[in-house]
T-cell receptor
Framework: SQTIHQWPATLVQPVGSPLSLECTVE??????LYWYRQAAGRGLQLLFY??????ISSEVPQNLSASRPQDRQFILSSKKLLLSDSGFYLC??????????????FGPGTRLLVL | AQTVTQSQPEMSVQEAETVTLSCTYD???????LFWYKQPPSRQMILVIR??????QNATENRFSVNFQKAAKSFSLKISDSQLGDTAMYFC??????????FGAGTRLTVKP
C-alpha cells in the first residue's frame, strides 16, 4: 500500500528565516506530487505540482519554491519567510489512469507559524 | 474559470440521523472527477467518496452516498446514521484534465450526541 509522509509536523520560524518542508511517498512510482496551503478556516490553495523529477509547475506567484530531487520526494522551500507564509501545508500524490490523473491522497500536513 | 461552491458554511445533525451537504461546480469539461474529502481536527485530508462524471450511477461508500446531478452540476453528500466521529470539515472538490483540483470553501459538520 502507498504511504505519504511529511515533516516536520509543526514548525515555528522567525520572519526572514529559510524554510524547508519535505514530503516523501512510499509504495508507488512516478507519482504526481502536489503542495497545497490552507489558511485557517479556509479551503486548499494549490501551490505547486510536479509530474516528474525536476519538473515543477507553479500555480501562484509567491515567496515559495518547490523542488523534486527524487521520484518520490518533494520539497517546499523559501529563502526568507514572510508573516503571510503562516498556514497549514499539505502534500499530496496521485497516479495516472488512462488519460487522467486520479484521486489525490494527502499527507498529515505541516503547521507553519511565522513570527 | 472552474469553481466549486459549498453554500453551507456550518451544519449540525443529531447522532444516528441523516444529513446532506451541498456542492455545486462549474465546468465546460466533459470528463472529470468529483470528490468529497473529510478534514477532522487533526487536519489530515481524508478521501470520503469519489464520482466519475461519465458514470450515471451515484457512488456509495458504506454510510456515505452522493447525489450526482450532472446537468445541474450538483454533487451532494449524504451521511446516514451519523456518528460522533463524522464531526469534521467536509470539502467538495473537482478534478479536470488539466491536473488541477479545485476545492470548495468547506462545510463544518457537527454531530451532536
Amino acid at each position: 500500500s502507498q504511504t505519504i509522509h511529511q515533516w516536520p509536523a509543526t514548525l515555528v520560524q522567525p520572519v526572514g528565516s529559510p524554510l524547508s518542508l519535505e514530503c516523501t511517498v512510499e509504495g508507488t512510482s512516478n507519482p504526481n506530487l502536489y503542495w497545497y496551503r490552507q489558511a485557517a478556516g479556509r479551503g486548499l490553495q494549490l501551490l505547486f505540482y510536479s509530474v516528474g523529477i525536476g519538473q515543477i509547475s507553479s500555480e501562484v506567484p509567491q515567496n515559495l519554491s518547490a523542488s523534486r530531487p527524487q521520484d518520490r520526494q518533494f520539497i517546499l522551500s523559501s529563502k526568507k519567510l514572510l508573516l503571510s507564509d503562516s498556514g497549514f501545508y499539505l502534500c499530496a500524490w496521485s497516479r495516472m489512469t488512462g488519460a487522467m490523473w486520479e484521486t489525490q491522497y494527502f499527507g498529515p500536513g505541516t503547521r507553519l507559524l511565522v513570527l | 474559470a472552474q469553481t466549486v461552491t459549498q453554500s453551507q458554511p456550518e451544519m449540525s445533525v443529531q447522532e444516528a440521523e441523516t444529513v446532506t451537504l451541498s456542492c455545486t461546480y462549474d465546468t465546460s469539461e466533459s470528463n472529470y472527477y468529483l470528490f468529497w474529502y473529510k478534514q477532522p481536527p487533526s487536519r489530515q485530508m481524508i478521501l470520503v467518496i469519489r464520482q466519475e462524471a461519465y458514470k450515471q450511477q451515484n457512488a456509495t461508500e458504506n454510510r456515505f452516498s452522493v447525489n450526482f446531478q450532472k446537468a445541474a452540476k450538483s454533487f451532494s453528500l449524504k451521511i446516514s446514521d451519523s456518528q460522533l466521529g463524522d464531526t469534521a470539515m467536509y470539502f467538495c472538490a473537482s478534478l479536470y484534465n488539466n491536473n488541477d483540483m479545485r476545492f470548495g470553501a468547506g462545510t463544518r459538520l457537527t454531530v451532536k450526541p
